[in-house]
């Protein structure tokens, strides 16, 4: 006799991390993913909004996430080209010069000020 089974995945939310860290005991692995977003609003104190999704793993998933995100990494790299960091940072430095001088220009105040 063939039974239906019906399964409800909940995808959850896309979570966008700029930051991690991971951390272990002799029972788990856990993975927590970061996001931190500045907050400036000129009435107050600059703030910073943290919101972090953890996953725990066994040590045997560990491992082979690991393999995972390293055979991603070689595929990543053999189709975009090597990541590298420096290159990374130095094109963020030159953005952000240029968007420096671009303010510099500016004379008048935004209206809200006042």
Do not use: C, W
């Not at 272990?24 to 907050?39: A, E, S």
């Not at 070689?74 to 430095?93: H, P, R, S, T, V």
Request: charged residues 35%; aromatic residues 8%.
């Amino acid at each position: 006799m063939e039974q239906k089974i019906n399964v409800n995945v909940d995808d959850g939310e896309a979570f966008y991390s700029n930051e991690a860290s991971i951390s272990h005991n002799p029972m788990q692995f856990v993975l927590d993913f970061k996001q931190i977003t500045p907050r400036i609003d000129m009435r107050q104190q600059p703030q910073f909004k943290l919101k972090h999704d953890v996953v725990l793993l066994d040590p045997i998933h560990a491992k082979q996430f690991s393999e995972m995100l390293n055979q991603a990494v070689k595929e990543y790299e053999e189709k975009n080209g090597k990541i590298d960091l420096k290159k990374a940072m130095k094109k963020m430095q030159k953005k952000a010069s240029k968007k420096k001088k671009k303010k510099a220009k500016v004379t008048e105040s935004p209206s809200y000020f006042g």
